[in-house]
């Protein structure tokens, strides 16, 4: 399975973003996806997760209240509205698909990942 993200750029605090990743394949409804985010000098961190029927959702205290992850099964992509950006959400952010069950936090948990988009937030 490939992923494609897009949506990423240049934000003044404050401001929102909304970031997509399109899967390849006809299976898409059949992983649970994740998005990730690395800041340089980081390690990559979880943001948020969305189960394979959108139904259940689950987030990183740092974005709880101002990111939302959502999915549309029909056009194989996955989305996260962000609102209230920060500084320090400024990062490079992935979208990753797994097959597993549960919330998964983990970048271990995870078989596929995007290339990542660039979100940098000015003050």
């Known amino acids: 399975v490939q992923l494609v993200e897009s949506g990423g750029g240049l934000v003044q605090a404050g401001g929102s973003l909304i970031l997509s990743c399109v899967v390849s394949?006809?299976?898409?409804?059949?992983?649970?996806m994740g998005w990730f985010r690395q800041a340089p000098g980081k390690e990559r961190e979880f943001v948020a997760h969305?189960?394979?029927?959108?139904?259940?959702?689950y987030y990183a205290d740092s974005v709880e209240g101002r990111f939302t992850i959502s999915r549309d099964n029909a056009k194989n992509t996955v989305y996260l509205q962000m609102n209230s950006l920060k500084r320090d959400d400024t990062a490079v952010y992935y979208c990753?698909?797994?097959?597993?069950?549960?919330?998964?936090?983990?970048?271990?948990?995870?078989?596929?990942w995007g290339q990542g988009t660039q979100v940098t937030v000015s003050s």
């Open positions: 990753a698909a797994s097959k597993r069950y549960g919330t998964l936090v983990h970048t271990t948990a995870y078989d596929s």
């Open positions: 394949g006809r299976t898409f409804s059949s992983y649970a």
């Open positions: 969305i189960s394979r029927s959108g139904e259940g959702t």
